[in-house]
């Protein structure tokens, strides 16, 4: 990771919050009365890290600074703030890679910012402001929860997807993560025209999808049934990528990331997909020694292709914030994020 100096303030406020896989879509269309409706999860290789303190005026550092700026200044100008902000942004997920980047980079800077200025804005305020959960819960809820999330879709006046299932996977599971720098998933407008697009989902599909998720995926969860839990998401996937094909190339928005995908199912791991647009695949297995084994092959075979393999937890609390002294080696705790 990259990473750089930490202000020289006596006081900083830190900020972390984790990266979240998207598995998937339960109704695209909204054909039974909800639209979207989805599942993900949090994740803690991966995530956004930030500093930030008072100043006179707003200035913001480091990785991915131009998208903070911009969200940093939208929350001082609507909410008129008198005064600025210091913020070093010390950690980012990869954008456009399907893994959550703008809302948790968003969410993290609204956060932060309510919390510098003592303000008491609402989720929901900060929720809207930022223009975030337009479709998708998942990473809202990877925010303020963390684990694995199910979000219950959108009504005709639903301001946040709710969360309706938050449980947290067996410490022992892990995912296999592969990245593909060389291609960014449909984002921003495009992604509007796209689910625009998009044909109508089949009601009968988006029941069966209903049945397999809340009747055999997390009860499968509860007792530790990783092999069930694959077949589920495996299967969600499946129907879900060939409904996107047509605007993503395939199920797979890189077909590099989609080979080393079916590998992996080959030697073994479960609950093969892709996160969102992509381009980032994922998939499961128990134990990180196992994980190590997989990766170190895929590595060895995949090598010529540049995508990149991480080995990945579930993040179990979401983001946390803390106030620290720069003069000392911080150790944030885990903190409610209002």
């Avoid at 830190?14 to 269309?29: C, E, K, Q, T, W």
């Avoid at 992996?264 to 128990?286: D, I």
């Avoid at 990180?288 to 080995?311: W, Y």
Wanted: aromatic share 6%; with cysteine.
């Amino acid at each position: 990771m990259n990473t750089q100096s930490i202000p020289k303030q006596p006081h900083t406020l830190y900020v972390h919050a984790p990266a979240r896989l998207h598995m998937g879509f339960i109704d695209v269309s909204g054909v039974l009365g909800r639209r979207f409706g989805s599942i993900g999860v949090a994740l803690n290789e991966l995530g956004v890290t930030l500093y930030l303190s008072h100043s006179e005026q707003l200035t913001v550092t480091g990785i991915q600074c131009q998208r903070a700026q911009r969200y940093a200044q939208l929350f001082l100008d609507v909410f008129q703030v008198k005064g600025g902000a210091d913020i070093l942004i010390d950690q980012a997920i990869p954008e456009h890679a399907g893994l959550g980047s703008g809302t948790q980079m968003a969410l993290s800077i609204g956060v932060g910012l309510n919390r510098l200025f003592g303000l008491n804005k609402t989720l929901d305020e900060l929720v809207a402001l930022m223009g975030r959960g337009h479709r998708s819960g998942i990473g809202i809820g990877a925010f303020c929860r963390g684990g694995l999330v199910v979000d219950g879709g959108r009504a005709a006046e639903t301001v946040i997807p709710p969360v309706i299932s938050q449980l947290q996977l067996p410490d022992e599971w892990r995912f296999i993560l592969i990245l593909d720098a060389s291609v960014r998933g449909i984002h921003g407008e495009s992604e509007s025209l796209a689910f625009d697009r998009l044909p109508e989902f089949p009601a009968q599909q988006v029941a069966h999808l209903c049945h397999l998720v809340f009747m055999r995926g997390l009860p499968a969860v509860v007792e530790n049934d990783l092999s069930v839990f694959g077949e589920v998401i495996t299967e969600l996937q499946a129907s879900v990528g060939d409904h996107f094909s047509s605007l993503q190339g395939g199920r797979f928005t890189s077909h590099t990331v989609e080979q080393a995908v079916a590998w992996l199912g080959q030697q073994g791991a479960v609950g093969l997909g892709q996160s969102s647009w992509g381009p980032t695949g994922f998939c499961m297995v128990s134990g990180h020694e196992t994980a190590l084994q997989l990766v170190e092959q895929a590595n060895s075979r995949f090598s010529h292709t540049g995508v990149e393999f991480l080995i990945a937890s579930v993040c179990k609390t979401g983001s946390s914030i803390d106030i620290i002294d720069t003069s000392v080696q911080p150790v944030p705790g885990q903190t409610e994020f209002v």
